[in-house]
């Protein structure tokens, strides 16, 4: 697994579960912001290209509200680099992925490591949950946008589904989990997006227990519950983000 900083391209979130709550105001952080963030994630790990003082590599990740919907996309793409940080991933809804050059743009800014949020195992569910009715199918034409412009470019890549987990979604996980196995995904992580019941732990152990049947790598961001016979599959608090096969591994 390669751990990412996570750095937020401003307030809110990309897509998530319309029945917990109104969607939080979005806002967008300049380009100068998110180069000084930058900035302090390269001297907190000591070094100067992207590598940690043990000299292992780590990326960045493009988080926060639809990155495509950022003036700037370019430029904060383009400060990573100048940064030194040569793994870079980016979260995103995927339906952007369809409009005409945007999935061959990212990859030839660099972007190897994409991050779509799945909210349900049909786009019927997938759509109820996000509010946004053809969602689920524009962001699958997206996913496969990204797949087959990497494939012409010979470009290895590595797709993660980051799937909120909130009490509408909780359900659901075991079949999300086999679902995004059927559609070519690497790796799947779950991040806690609200208060859950407690049978939680069991459901979010089936739900790795499903991708291990279906080869596909199932993580917690740690705060979730999780049985102590799956503790692999949780990180610990405030560590950076786990996500993706290693880079040999990737498409």
């Known amino acids: 697994m390669i751990d990412f900083h996570p750095i937020p391209v401003g307030t809110g979130t990309a897509c998530g579960c319309v029945r917990c709550g109104s969607a939080p105001e979005v806002s967008y952080a300049s380009v100068a912001a998110v180069e000084a963030h930058l900035a302090g994630v390269r001297a907190m790990a000591g070094g100067t290209r992207g590598e940690t003082a043990a000299g292992s590599a780590y990326g960045v990740a493009l988080t926060g509200p639809e990155p495509f919907a950022h003036p700037e996309l370019p430029a904060l793409v383009a400060a990573c680099r100048r940064a030194g940080f040569s793994r870079i991933a980016m979260e995103t809804n995927g339906a952007a992925l369809v409009a005409h050059g945007n999935a061959a743009g990212v990859l ?3 972007v190897r490591h994409l991050w779509v949020r799945v909210l349900g195992a049909d786009d019927a569910t997938h759509d109820g949950l996000t509010g946004r009715p053809g969602h689920g199918a524009a962001s699958r034409a997206g996913v496969a946008a990204y797949s087959e412009a990497a494939a012409m470019m010979g470009a290895t890549v590595a797709i993660t589904a980051v799937v909120p987990v909130c009490r509408h979604t909780l ?3 075991p079949a999300i989990v ?7 995904f690497d ?3 779950l991040e806690s997006a609200g208060p859950v019941p407690s049978q939680a732990a069991a459901v979010i152990a089936a739900a790795c227990d499903t991708g291990m049947v279906n ?3 199932v993580s ?10 799956h503790g692999l599959h949780g990180a610990p608090d405030g560590a ?3 996500s993706g096969p290693r880079e040999g591994d990737a498409r």
């Open 171 to 173: 359900g659901e996980l």
């Open 178 to 184: 086999a679902s995004c196995a059927q559609r070519g």
């Open 220 to 229: 917690t961001d740690g705060t979730l519950p999780l049985p102590e016979t």
């Open 187 to 189: 790796a799947v992580r």
């Open 240 to 242: 950076p983000v786990a």
């Open 215 to 217: 080869r596909i790598w």
């Open 108 to 110: 030839h800014a660099g």
